[in-house]
């Protein structure tokens, strides 16, 4: 796994190892003097998540100055190294990005087992993602720890500016985690971390593939002593894979996106911060599409502005982590494609403003983290909220913002750790309150709990709640088939697990199971007995119960069987949910009552001959829920199953690679009702580092 440096920090020096449980908390990411400590000793008493590739002990030397790995691992508000976390957090390595045969973020989280990942239109433009039977709008996706979630939407929430190639590693946290998140993490998050490259480069992409598909992309990073800054840019389109009745286009997409982040360090404090903006416009055919509204070519452009400035001071007893960020976030919806005679096309902006205060002290008896945090929702639009006081002008139109809405959410949070020699308890809660419909402050606890055993097991428990504030689309939107309920109530979650996993350099092994218990959960349902008269309609569902297993293993044959060079590794893992809230008859639901009850993933990574990788990953479900087709029947999901594969020859200077999605040519599967997916999609590129 990827490990990368943290910020350098003061030195710490040590002459002797206590074996105090808590001794590992102090030199999280400083730089280490190890004294008088011989190679052997070192080897035996190393944590369990720091590679032992990183230390590159000499053993001429009595004292050598090493680098602790990036053991952080966001599962809890104060860091924890990955062996002490009590929170099942899966973590995709840069290893594994790389060698995946995908080219969004998007694509690579359906590699993730706890995650659902309902694709509309095809290579990430437009995409659905959930955890654990959730729906889409239940998580929080953070971008470097920064909340970017659209409180309009969360339909195109994956609209980031990073390249893969950018990300250092993804987070995904499974279970409600507004303890750790806050507000809109009801039942899980996922963090995308980007950072930097450790030294000056410059890098060119470039990708060409199936149905008009081409790319091209470069990456600049400037890299002195103190000062790091990195900008990189890049294009994509295609031509996309079906056409509208009328033979138009109605799955293209084309779209561009820019990122730059920068980071200062001295020896007090360490900032870094980031600015991107993505510009993308896709068709999207029957996205939305009902039996009574049977439009095939409907398209979406959005443009999307992210920044934020974050720092961490390194002196003084208590460690402050503020960070302040803005999000912009701009569509167009066109019910019929450049048709807006037909039907008036839907302007929504929302600006997003945060300000956050994460703080921690370590002490005799543990680590305590506090802090709060601030947000403020803006939204105008076309067809969203209550009548604004003013119309606010819609640049490039001869239209309006007549319609609007704004909440500000508040929250605080206080959490304390014990570390003992193997235990491990993490408690604390979160206190929120919001600004829409006068809510009062709630409090919304949780534990964590682990114990290790020996040096390569470990048992955990844990019990989190969270709640979720409805979407502005799910309050307000009222449009062809469509009815919303301004009143609908934020959804809440409570959550127990336990599970146990096993790690060591040949075999890592996981498995959990979990109860989640919600209530008014928020859905989209239809009354199909209602005929020509059915419409979908947002509404609070009493209770849902959801209970699932997840277990998951992963070999090193490489490690097992070192005299063998091709397979280098294998991976498998499996979800099972269950809900207890059954559909009505006649009642269908678009999202809550719709999700995977089976999930199996496997990949085998292979290196037939030097420089050539070859990775080749399986992903088979089967999802509950019905659909309605456009001549009104119901439909139940059938399950189905996808290969990909991804074939790389890499050098130092160049990679050139070839991937191929839906290897094996399957069509017909349905994964959201209405929305046809493509058959095999192939691409070939190639990476170039110039510098």
């Known amino acids: 796994m990827y490990k990368p440096n943290f910020q350098k920090r003061e030195v710490i020096v040590?002459?002797?190892?206590?074996?105090?449980?808590?001794?590992?908390?102090?030199?999280?990411?400083?730089?280490v003097l190890i004294s008088v400590l011989s190679v052997a000793t070192l080897s035996s008493t190393k944590a369990a998540t720091i590679s032992d590739e990183t230390w590159r002990v000499d053993s001429t030397q009595t004292t050598k100055e090493i680098w602790l790995g990036d053991v952080g691992i966001t599962g809890s508000r104060a860091p924890l190294t990955q062996s002490q976390a009590v929170r099942m957090v899966t973590v995709l390595s840069r290893e594994d990005i790389q060698a995946a045969p995908v080219r969004s973020i998007n694509d690579l989280l359906k590699m993730s087992v706890g995650v659902d990942v309902r694709q509309r239109g095809a290579l990430g433009s437009q995409t659905?993602?959930?955890?654990?039977?959730?729906?889409?709008?239940?998580?929080?996706?953070?971008?470097?720890?920064?909340?970017?979630?659209?409180?309009q939407t969360a339909h195109n929430v994956m609209d980031l500016p990073v390249e893969l190639s950018e990300v250092v590693r993804i987070e995904v946290l499974e279970g409600p985690s507004g303890r750790t998140y806050g507000t809109s993490s009801l039942v899980g998050a996922i963090n995308i971390v980007t950072h930097p490259e450790r030294q000056s480069s410059l890098d060119v992409t470039m990708e060409g593939g199936s149905y008009g598909y081409a790319k091209a992309g470069v990456?600049?990073?400037?890299?002195?002593?103190?000062?790091?800054?990195?900008?990189?840019?890049?294009?994509?389109?295609?031509?996309?894979?079906?056409?509208?009745?009328?033979?138009?286009?109605?799955?293209?997409?084309?779209?561009?996106?820019?990122?730059?982040?920068?980071?200062?360090?001295?020896?007090?404090?360490?900032?870094?911060?980031?600015?991107?903006?993505?510009?993308k416009?896709?068709?999207?055919?029957?996205?939305?599409?009902?039996?009574?509204?049977?439009?095939?070519?409907?398209?979406?452009?959005?443009?999307?502005?992210?920044?934020?400035?974050?720092?961490?001071?390194?002196?003084?007893?208590?460690?402050?982590?503020?960070a302040v960020y803005w999000n912009q976030h701009n569509d167009r919806y066109e019910g019929y494609r450049g048709q807006s005679d037909k039907m008036k096309f839907n302007y929504n902006r929302?600006?997003?403003?945060?300000?956050?205060?994460?703080?921690?002290?370590?002490?005799?008896?543990?680590?305590?983290?506090?802090?709060?945090?601030?947000?403020?929702?803006?939204?105008?639009?076309?067809?969203?909220?209550?009548?604004?006081?003013?119309?606010?002008?819609?640049?490039?139109?001869?239209?309006?913002?007549?319609?609007?809405?704004n909440r500000t959410n508040m929250s605080a949070h206080l959490e304390h750790n014990i570390l003992l020699e193997g235990l491990t308890i993490s408690a604390g809660f979160i206190a929120t309150k919001s600004t829409q419909s006068n809510m009062d402050w709630q409090l919304y606890p949780g534990i964590d709990m682990s114990y290790r055993i020996g040096k390569h097991s470990k048992v955990f428990a844990s019990y989190n709640s969270s709640l979720r504030l409805?979407?502005?689309?799910?309050?307000?939107?009222k449009l062809q088939g469509y009815a919303a309920d301004p009143h609908?109530?934020?959804?809440?979650?409570?959550?127990?697990?336990?599970?146990?996993?096993?790690?060591?350099?040949?075999?890592?092994?996981?498995?959990?199971?979990?109860?989640?218990?919600?209530?008014?959960?928020?859905?989209?349902?239809?009354?199909?007995?209602?005929?020509?008269?059915?419409?979908?309609?947002?509404?609070?569902?009493?209770?849902?119960?959801?209970?699932?297993?997840?277990?998951?293993?992963?070999?090193?044959?490489?490690?097992?069987?070192?005299?063998?060079?091709?397979?280098?590794?294998?991976?498998?893992?499996?979800?099972y949910i269950n809900q207890d809230k059954k559909n009505e008859p006649g009642i269908v639901s678009q999202y809550a009552l719709e999700y995977l009850k089976h999930k199996f993933t496997a990949n085998m990574q292979l290196t037939p001959i030097e420089h050539l990788s070859l990775g080749i990953y399986y992903r088979w479900q089967d999802r509950v829920g019905q659909y309605t087709d456009f001549t009104g029947q119901v439909h139940n999901y059938k399950p189905f199953g996808l290969v990909d594969a991804r074939l790389a020859w890499k050098t130092q200077k160049y990679t050139v690679y070839t991937e191929a999605n839906n290897l094996l040519n399957k069509k017909n599967y349905v994964d959201y009702g209405n929305v046809p997916q493509p058959g095999i999609w192939i691409i070939a590129g190639c990476k170039i580092n110039i510098i």
Request: charged share 20%; aromatic share 12%; with cysteine.
């Open 470 to 477: 409805p979407s502005f689309t799910e309050m307000y939107y």
């Open 350 to 405: 929302c600006n997003v403003y945060g300000l956050n205060l994460n703080s921690y002290f370590d002490w005799m008896l543990g680590r305590t983290a506090f802090g709060a945090e601030l947000r403020n929702e803006d939204l105008v639009s076309g067809n969203l909220g209550e009548p604004l006081p003013s119309p606010q002008h819609i640049a490039g139109t001869d239209r309006d913002y007549t319609l609007g809405i």
């Open 128 to 151: 659905d993602i959930s955890v654990r039977g959730g729906t889409q709008e239940q998580i929080t996706i953070l971008l470097n720890g920064i909340n970017v979630c659209d409180p």
């Open 14 to 31: 040590f002459r002797r190892f206590q074996r105090k449980g808590y001794s590992l908390f102090s030199c999280l990411g400083r730089e």
């Open 488 to 575: 609908l109530k934020p959804e809440e979650m409570n959550a127990l697990e336990v599970g146990s996993s096993y790690s060591n350099n040949i075999l890592q092994a996981k498995m959990s199971i979990y109860h989640h218990h919600g209530r008014n959960m928020i859905d989209w349902i239809m009354d199909t007995s209602l005929g020509q008269n059915a419409s979908w309609q947002s509404v609070n569902h009493t209770r849902i119960n959801s209970y699932g297993v997840e277990t998951s293993l992963g070999i090193s044959l490489k490690t097992l069987w070192p005299h063998q060079k091709i397979i280098n590794s294998c991976a498998l893992s499996y979800s």
């Open 281 to 322: 416009g896709w068709g999207s055919s029957t996205f939305y599409a009902s039996p009574k509204w049977q439009a095939d070519d409907q398209y979406e452009h959005t443009t999307k502005l992210f920044s934020a400035l974050q720092a961490e001071t390194k002196r003084g007893i208590i460690h402050f982590r503020p």
């Open 219 to 279: 990456k600049a990073n400037v890299k002195s002593e103190r000062w790091n800054n990195q900008l990189s840019g890049s294009y994509m389109r295609s031509d996309g894979f079906s056409r509208s009745k009328t033979g138009t286009l109605n799955t293209d997409f084309s779209g561009s996106k820019g990122f730059y982040q920068g980071e200062y360090d001295n020896d007090n404090v360490h900032c870094s911060w980031h600015l991107g903006i993505t510009d």
